[in-house]
């Protein structure tokens, strides 16, 4: 596997790949790796002839200076399990040369980013679009491979490919998690024990929502689930929608959408954690 940090060199590399027909396969990280993470690998790997991993823990779209300070970061240890999975280049650029000056451009996705993550985020997605743009500027990839735990993300980055003709196509796997439930995340290193033990609670209130749909109100279902987070008090909620996945939306009756997703996010202790679940269709 080649490993790369200056943009000169990923540019070059993915250029020649190109010039040689072949398809590059791209899976935009920040590092500190797990099985959600080599799930978006291994298919990158399956649907394309080379494979580019990018770790790189973005300054922009962190809106707190503590939690970008205390993120993992973990690239000897990404760079062996991204060998294992057949990975062909980790690029893991610094932050200094991805950033030589600060971007003044910023951008605005109205009501995509108004809810759950963008509202409790100010200015993540701005620095997710931004990061993401240089990324698929550099890499120039046929495919990119996002995990629908970063439902909103994923909706963001389709309408900035969409509105900016970035051309490539964009593919979205479902999440990954712990045998008891727990979505899969870099955060979930920082969890004390006590702490991991009560984490696998808020998939546990995904799911008990999502039953209580079937029976009662989107109203009454969401009052259910609070009323069993409330049993951990360590759990402080931050939300819970019900949306229509297609546009972020609450929505009030599920019937009023195609394809509707339960989302929430928490913390325990520092740590902030999402989840998410897409409502299966009676
Ligand atoms: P991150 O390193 O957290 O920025 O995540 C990089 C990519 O991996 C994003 O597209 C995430 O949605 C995806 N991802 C993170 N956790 C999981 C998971 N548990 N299952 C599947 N994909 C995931």
């Not at 279902?221 to 819970?240: H, I, M, T």
Request: glycine share 4%; aromatic share 8%.
């Amino acid at each position: 596997m080649l490993q790369l940090s200056a943009l000169s060199d990923i540019r070059q590399q993915c250029e020649q790949v190109r010039c040689q027909g072949l398809r590059i396969g791209f899976v935009p990280t920040m590092g500190a790796l797990h099985e959600g993470h080599l799930s978006l690998l291994k298919a990158a790997k399956e649907q394309n002839d080379v494979v580019v991993c990018s770790v790189f823990v973005n300054p922009t779209q962190f809106n707190n200076a503590e939690d970008y300070k205390l993120y993992p970061r973990l690239l000897v240890e990404d760079a062996e399990m991204l060998a294992q999975v057949g990975c062909d280049v980790l690029f893991a650029p610094s932050a200094a040369e991805m950033y030589l000056k600060p971007a003044k451009l910023t951008f605005d996705f109205g009501s995509l980013e108004n809810v759950m993550e963008g509202a409790h985020r100010p200015g993540h997605f701005n620095g997710v679009a931004t990061v993401v743009s240089k990324l698929f500027h550099l890499v120039r990839p046929h495919q990119a491979f996002f995990g629908q735990k970063d439902l909103q993300q994923f909706a963001i980055v389709q309408q900035m490919v969409q509105d900016l003709s970035f051309d490539l196509e964009l593919v979205c796997y479902p999440i990954i998690r712990e045998e008891d439930g727990l979505a899969m995340s870099s955060r979930n290193r920082r969890l004390t024990p006590e702490q991991r033990q009560i984490a696998p609670k808020l998939h546990e209130a995904l799911q008990l929502l999502e039953t209580q749909l079937a029976k009662t109100s989107i109203e009454e279902a969401k009052q259910a689930a609070v009323q069993f987070l409330s049993n951990y008090p360590q759990l402080r909620l931050e939300y819970l929608e019900v949306i229509d996945a297609n546009t972020l939306q609450p929505i009030e009756q599920l019937q009023e959408a195609e394809k509707a997703a339960i989302c929430l996010a928490a913390f325990l202790g520092e740590v902030r954690l999402i989840d998410n679940v897409l409502v299966a269709k009676k």
